[in-house]
Each structure stands twice: as C-alpha cells, then as structure tokens.
C-alpha cells in the first residue's frame, strides 16, 4: 500500500507563490503517473499537472505557464510550484500516483488564494 502525503498548503494573497510537495513511502521510481489534482467547493476535481516516469509533463488548461510540476527521486517526492496565484485556485490539491496498474490517492492540502 503506496502512502502519499502532501505539505505546504495555505493562505496566500493573490500573484503570490506556494511550492506543494507530494511525499511517497515508496520509491518513486515505481510510479508511472504522478499528478495533482485539484477541487474547489461545488465544483468537479480537475487535473492541474502529471509528470511520467520518464519525465513528461502535462498541464491543465487554467495553470499553464503559471505552475510547475517536478520529481525528486532522491526524497521520493514531487513537487508542485504555484506562481501568479488567481482567487480561483482556492482549492484542496491532492497527490495521485499510479504503481503497477493500481491508482493511490493523498488527502489533500487546502490552498486559499485570498486578500
């Protein structure tokens, strides 16, 4: 059973940084999908960014070019680096990864992007 668990969540004012970081029990190395995903109140859960194995990165529509996602191997983590932060950001981020076929879920971080 993979653990995931993310960090680094929190209040900031809009056009602000946070930098989540998703950390694994198990080595990276065998995940073959890692995403953040996101969901605000009312709304559905979205993809924000997937990083593969092999280090390709894919990025919703809303946060191009605004957030970065990343992999440490070393720390068995991936990190999630928010820039520009808009109000409608405010969401609870969570860690997904996919290992061996299986998919495993964190619990989330809440970020709010507020003044």
């Known amino acids: 059973q993979v653990q995931l668990v993310e960090s680094g969540g929190g209040l900031v004012q809009p056009g602000g940084s946070l930098r989540l970081s998703c950390a694994a029990s198990e080595s990276i190395f065998s995940m073959n999908v890692m995403s953040w995903y996101r969901q605000a109140p009312g709304n559905q859960r979205e993809l924000v960014a997937t990083?593969?194995?092999?280090?390709?990165?894919v990025y919703g529509d809303s946060v191009k070019g605004r957030f970065t996602i990343s992999r440490d191997n070393a720390k068995n983590t991936v990190n999630l680096q928010m820039n520009s932060l808009k109000p409608e950001d405010t969401a609870v981020y969570s860690c997904?990864?996919?290992?061996?076929?299986?998919?495993?879920w964190g619990k989330g971080t809440l970020v709010t992007v507020s003044s």
């Open positions: 990083i593969t194995s092999g280090g390709t990165t």
């Open positions: 997904y990864a996919i290992r061996r076929g299986l998919p495993y």
